[in-house]
């Protein structure tokens, strides 16, 4: 089956399996910042934007995608340019092994657009489903809070 979707801004017609999910279609057409973790929600390694909502790719068929607007790291900055969330995640020391950092961003990305003077609380709730092995969360949680006092000026 063919499905149409908006990814970071380009109109993309792909080719997917009935019943195959949107992380295997993403992976396959190169996105590769949308990781594979645990394939059952859990682990947040392969979320990303679906119509500006965090969501878990694993979770999805790419038939659900149809018409909608997907966000993957990619879209947030370039080394020369990056976006303000993973300019604070460097600048606090907050990626370690990196593997769970493209989730983060993204679930963050998407507090920050619905709630830009998120508390701590906030920013502890939008990460819940992200799991990280290395850094313990504080760094992180400083880093999207710092990036929510930038974006507001």
């Not at 859990?42 to 149809?66: F, K, M, S, Y």
């Not at 003077?117 to 999207?144: F, H, M, Q, W």
């Amino acid at each position: 089956m063919d499905i149409h979707v908006n990814i970071n801004g380009q109109a993309v017609a792909w080719r997917a399996n009935p019943g195959e999910n949107l992380l295997d279609v993403l992976r396959r057409e190169g996105f590769a910042s949308v990781k594979r973790g645990c394939n059952q929600g859990d682990c947040g390694a392969c979320t990303i934007l679906v119509d500006g909502t965090a969501q878990r790719a694993c979770l999805l068929l790419a038939g659900q995608a149809e018409g909608r607007s997907l966000v993957t790291v990619e879209a947030l900055g370039t080394p020369a340019e990056p976006h303000v969330l993973q300019q604070a995640v460097v600048e606090h020391g907050a990626v370690q092994c990196g593997f769970c950092t493209p989730g983060m961003l993204l679930s963050a990305k998407a507090l920050l657009d619905e709630n830009p003077s998120p508390t701590y609380a906030d920013v502890c709730a939008a990460l819940d489903g992200n799991l990280c092995r290395c850094t313990g969360y504080k760094k992180i949680i400083e880093a999207v809070l710092d990036a929510s006092g930038r974006l507001r000026k």
